[in-house]
């Protein structure tokens, strides 16, 4: 039996009252609830920050014996559990 869990945290968001008057006159346009439109917001921050941390391919030597796990330094975003 296939069950789906969709988890929802409740959180607090700080933001100038302005940038949220905006969203809140986007969400009443859209006719949907702000925390509907934070939702969104936050979704699409996360998805370009994951899309952003993808791995680069690429070919290269290493002269000093290094490994390639070694040579890079930035680390790699991993999807949420």
């Not at 959180?11 to 609830?33: C, H, I, K, S, Y």
């Not at 290269?60 to 040579?71: K, L, V």
Request: cysteine-free; charged content about 30%; proline content about 5%.
């Amino acid at each position: 039996m296939l069950t789906s869990r969709i988890m929802h945290r409740r959180t607090t968001v700080n933001a100038d009252a302005a940038e949220l008057a905006t969203l809140e006159a986007e969400a009443l346009r859209r006719g949907v609830p702000l925390t509907a439109l934070l939702a969104e917001a936050v979704a699409e921050k996360a998805a370009r920050i994951r899309s952003e941390r993808r791995p680069r391919v690429g070919v290269a030597r290493s002269m000093d014996g290094r490994g390639a796990a070694e040579a890079t330094s930035e680390p790699v975003a991993r999807s949420p559990r």
